[in-house]
């Protein structure tokens, strides 16, 4: 009697949370669409994306959905090709399920896109847009990627102040992102006393160089720092000694992902980046998000993963805000009145009505040690420091 | 430069040769025999990256076994090439096997993003890990391979064309094919040989870079291809010491590039190095004076094939369906992809003009839609003219501008105006990135505002949908009445046969810059509509794969066909769209359907005018 009575009892109490909160979504999904890269030379992106929106998926139609509904998405592949994006904008715009619209990956792409959605009055969520003009293509265009006007003055302390950098050499994809990420730097870098003394721009499908780090080494800095995605950062990072460059190297965020390791094999040891994602920091949304990451899909997630899970939970916030059977306007005005979402990224994520960006961002300091990502503690910095 | 440095750029650029040349005495060879650029080499190269990651991964082969493994499977993979994309073709246009090869390239690399997924794998190098100091660098184990597997490569090569019966026989059909064949070589044995063998390297050379760079990707291909047909026109096609020289040409003037100038600047080096030997040896450096001159790509070699006249009542039929259709309301997302066919038709009508009818085969087209869209912004932003306005001022800037540019390499002929024009291409492209003053750089012009026309404004869907079909059929209608005129006469007289041409007192410098001129506003029509379309350009708006597309459009609705421009940009724009159904499978399926569609219509859809 008495093992039956506690077992029951006991599972009382582990069912509870899920009891208590609201039963899972049924009934007709509320939509969102996608427009993103699945073909083509940016492929690998969209790819990622996927694995994070179905994640949040799971997770927020388990919660309830959106008042009682599912949530459901449909990607559209656009090949991060502009032609493509404005034919997409104009089926989902059509689309009078479509309530929110997702991406596109590139800027030439999204921001081609983007008078559509602002003349038709749909949301469009460039999760993945930097570029400081993509929001002002109006009050529908929105975007929770990582202003890059807040995270390199981070990338700067840490290569700066933590670091020692006296003399920064600057690698950046010229790229719109990689183009306003390094003008940010430079004038982060200067502002805390340190001298860039020559910045680099590389095209993203450049995989030589060894001409490029010999410019870097005569121009004799006494730091690298890598403003670059991970296939690039690897690269570089590869062939970085064989120049005999020996100086300590930080990179910008982006470069977090476990590919980075993989593709950078024993070169990465020892390079520092800050980044607003890391799998094993302790805060909550972080250590849901990467459980069940790794339970559904066997591996690390990666920033890119981490992107597309925020966007789904923000998208999904603004649609609960806006009330059941909202329509469009009514979606963009939510936009304005969210708050504190929950975020992997940004912790609690708060939009700027102003800029329509999300403010501010946190970051963890990481470094490589012994072909594996662990916190970049003071100590070991420092040693870093002094051993020039 | 201190001298260590000069000697560290000069190991660099020599290394990176290193690496172009395996991929270009491939091409050479192919070129040599077939007269074709091979545009598959890429893919083939990429398949062999993976190959070996396959056999490493699943296999656990030792580095022999590897190596044979990709060279065996590289080798099958470019005998299939052959007989499935280029034997079918024998006899056809000269130019149907170019496109097969493109397309194959697409299905190819397609196909490797599917069964491998897109993401970058590593591939970690089987060789020892030791390392040998040059100057302040070193080199590794992998650097001395790569050396050695390409310079032995070219031995064996000169050896069998040189020693061997096979080897002649190679040679003999890469001077005359019907000859040849007439002395009883197996013309097709010989072609897929030499696929074989030239697969076979550029399988080997992708391992091999792969393991360098511990880095492969599905999106490597297209920047291989171009490199290695870069060095290997350098050297002159199809002379394979000459691909060797050529590649290391272009290895050191991308690093003394980087070193003068900075990294931004290295590929605008390479493709002017491309210009500046050709416009001084049309056939590349080491190309033998006394060979024939390289036959046009058009015209006199061409398959007579007749032309499918569409009646004038159907055309005129389409084009009032067309103008009615926004009265019907139909769906946005139709109307959208009709608007980019019509500027897409706009594009190919300039590009028929100049590939069809005047026979000069442009891979840069999308260089001019570039330029006409950053005119017309930059117009409108920063000299406060119009919209309309500066759309037309946009043309006729990318007309004279386009020109200018095009203007050293009217001497040359065949596959060179190609490779010409495609350097010329990145080079806009390039210069886009370069010049901020001007361009804004790699962050691009925003806010360049929609179109208006007549101080209204136009862009809602159906005011740009009819104000692009408006400007796409009126381009239609001037084109078509140019070659009503004694123009069109002439512009094909200077096609079939220059000599003849200028023999009956034509010169054909003038003709050509006057079919540039009129395609050159064309497309900077075409592309100043597209950047008011869009609202934001950055230098990666155009790529060359908009150019590589537009020459699909055009091969396949016909060269120098009017109507068959419009219906190629209106089947290539539309098929990808109609295909989204299939999800991941739809490029596989464009792919495959454009090399049906070259296999059993190699003329053209309406055929060549």
């Known amino acids: 009697m008495l093992p039956r009575h506690f077992l029951r009892l006991a599972a009382a109490l582990l069912l509870a949370p899920i009891v208590a909160s609201a039963a899972p979504a049924s009934g007709e999904p509320v939509w969102f669409g996608v427009s993103g890269p699945l073909t083509g030379q940016n492929a690998q992106y969209g790819a990622q994306w996927k694995a994070g929106f179905d994640l949040a998926l799971d997770d927020i139609n388990a919660r309830g959905g959106i008042h009682g509904r599912p949530l459901a998405y449909t990607f559209e592949d656009s090949q991060s090709d502009p032609r493509q994006a404005v034919g997409l904008a104009q089926k989902f715009v059509n689309d009078k399920r479509i309530a929110i619209e997702l991406g596109d990956f590139s800027s030439p792409a999204s921001m081609a896109a983007s008078p559509i959605y602002q003349r038709a009055g749909l949301v469009q969520l460039g999760f993945t847009n930097s570029h400081p003009d993509y929001t002002k293509g109006g009050d529908f265009i929105w975007s929770p990627s990582i202003s890059q006007a807040d995270s390199q003055p981070l990338l700067a302390d840490l290569a700066i102040k933590t670091l020692g950098f006296k003399r920064v050499a600057v690698l950046f994809l010229n790229t719109d992102w990689g183009r306003t990420s390094r003008d940010v730097f430079v004038k982060a870098a200067e502002a805390r006393g340190a001298q860039v003394v020559i910045a680099e721009g590389y095209q993203p499908d450049e995989k030589d160089f060894r ?62 980046t800050n980044t ?20 559904r899909y066997g591996k690390e997630p990666d920033a890119f993963n981490a992107y597309a899970y925020d966007a789904v939970q923000i998208a999904a916030a603004a649609l609960i805000q806006a009330g059941p059977n909202a329509d469009r306007t009514a979606v963009r005005d939510a936009f304005y009145k969210i708050k504190d979402v929950p975020s992997v990224v940004f912790g609690k994520a708060n939009f700027d009505p102003q800029t329509r960006r999300v403010i501010g961002v946190k970051s963890v300091d990481l470094v490589v040690k012994d072909g594996k990502w662990a916190l970049g503690d003071a100590k070991a910095a420092a040693s870093v420091a002094s051993a020039r | 430069m201190s001298f260590t440095s000069f000697f560290d750029y000069t190991v660099n650029g020599l290394i990176i040769g290193n690496i172009y040349a395996m991929l270009a005495v491939g091409l050479a060879l192919i070129f040599g025999v077939s007269h074709l650029i091979n545009f598959a080499h890429g893919s083939v190269y990429t398949v ?205 003037t991308e ?35 006394r060979a024939l001159p390289p036959e046009p790509l058009t015209g006199t070699f061409i398959a007579p094939s007749k032309p499918w006249h569409v009646p004038p009542w159907l055309l005129a039929g389409l084009f009032a369906l067309a103008a009615v259709l926004p009265l019907f309301n139909p769906s946005p997302y139709l109307l959208q992809v009709l608007t980019n066919s019509w500027l897409y038709a706009a594009l190919a ?261």
């Not at chain 2, 074989?196 to 050379?205: E, Q, R, Y």
């Not at chain 2, 760079?213 to 050297?235: E, H, R």
């Not at chain 2, 600047?265 to 590349?284: D, E, T």
């Open chain 1, 211 to 272: 001409s490029t780090l010999v410019r870097v080494r005569d121009a004799n800095p006494d730091g690298l720092v890598l403003i670059s995605y991970y296939p690039d950062g690897a690269l570089i990072a590869g062939q970085v000694r064989n120049v005999g460059l020996k100086q300590p190297i930080a990179a910008s965020g982006s470069v977090y992902s476990p590919k980075f390791i993989e593709l950078g094999g024993a070169a990465v040891n020892g390079i520092y």
């Open chain 1, 276 to 295: 607003a994602f890391f799998p094993e920091e302790p805060r909550a949304e972080v250590q849901t998000f990467v459980t069940r990451f790794k339970a």
């Open chain 2, 48 to 252: 062999g990256a993976y190959i070996g990651w396959a056999a490493i991964t699943f296999l656990h082969t030792p580095l022999p076994v590897t190596l044979l493994l990709v060279v065996l499977g590289s080798g099958a993979l470019g005998m299939l090439i052959e007989r499935v994309g280029l034997r079918p073709l024998q006899g056809a246009a000269r130019i149907a096997p170019l496109l097969a090869t493109i397309g194959i390239s697409f299905v190819l690399d397609i196909l490797v993003q599917l069964l491998a997924s897109p993401d970058p794998r590593s591939l970690p190098s089987q060789l020892p890990n030791w390392r040998l100091q040059i100057g302040s660098g070193t080199i590794g184990a992998l650097d001395l391979l790569i050396a050695g597997i390409g310079l032995a490569s070219a031995a064996l090569l000169f050896g069998f064309l040189r020693f061997t019966q096979l080897g002649w026989a190679v040679r003999a059909t890469a001077q005359d094919r019907d000859a040849a064949q007439q002395m009883g070589v197996d013309v097709n044995r010989v072609n897929q040989s030499v696929f074989a063998i030239a697969s076979a390297l550029g399988g080997l050379s992708g391992l091999l870079v792969g393991m360098y760079y511990n880095n492969i990707s599905p999106a490597m291909s297209f920047q291989a291809t171009l490199k290695g047909v870069v060095a290997t026109v350098v050297g002159g096609v199809g002379n394979v010491p000459g691909a060797i020289v050529g590649s290391m040409l272009l290895g050191l």
């Open chain 2, 255 to 289: 690093s003394y590039g980087v070193a003068w100038f900075g990294t931004p600047y290295r590929n605008l080096f390479a493709f002017v190095l491309l210009l500046v030997i050709l416009v001084w040896k049309p056939n590349g450096l080491f190309g033998r004076k």
């Open chain 2, 349 to 609: 009508l300039s590009l028929t003009l100049v590939a069809g009818t005047i026979g000069q085969i442009s891979l840069g087209h999308a260089g001019l839609l570039a330029i006409g869209a950053y005119a017309s912004s930059l117009l409108v932003l920063d000299l406060h003219l119009p919209v309309g306005t500066s759309i037309i001022a946009a043309g006729l800037l990318t007309s004279l501008i386009g020109t200018a540019l095009i203007f050293p390499a009217f001497r040359l002929r065949g596959h060179y105006v190609s490779i010409a024009t495609l350097g010329i291409g990145e080079i806009v492209a390039l210069t886009i990135l370069n010049w901020e003053s001007l361009t804004r750089g790699p962050i691009g012009v925003s806010g360049i505002p929609p179109l208006s026309l007549f101080g209204r404004d136009a862009s809602s869907n159906n005011a740009f949908y009819w104000a692009s079909l408006a400007a796409m059929v009126l381009l239609a209608l001037l084109q078509w009445r140019l070659l009503r005129s004694h123009l069109g006469r002439t512009f094909r007289a200077v096609r079939e046969d220059e000599v003849a041409a200028r023999a009956y007192g034509v010169s054909p410098d003038r003709y050509k810059a006057m079919a540039f001129g009129f395609g050159g506003f064309a497309a900077g029509v075409s592309g100043a509509f597209t950047a008011h379309l869009y609202s934001y350009i950055n230098h990666e708006t155009f790529t060359s794969q908009i150019s590589i597309l537009a020459l699909t459009m055009v091969i396949l609705g016909g060269l120098g066909n009017i109507s068959g421009a419009l219906l190629g940009a209106v089947a290539l724009v539309s098929l990808p769209e109609f295909f989204r159904v299939t999800a991941e499978y739809r490029m596989l399926i464009y792919g495959v359907a454009l090399l049906l569609l070259i296999r059993f219509r190699p003329q053209g859809l309406l055929g060549t005018v």
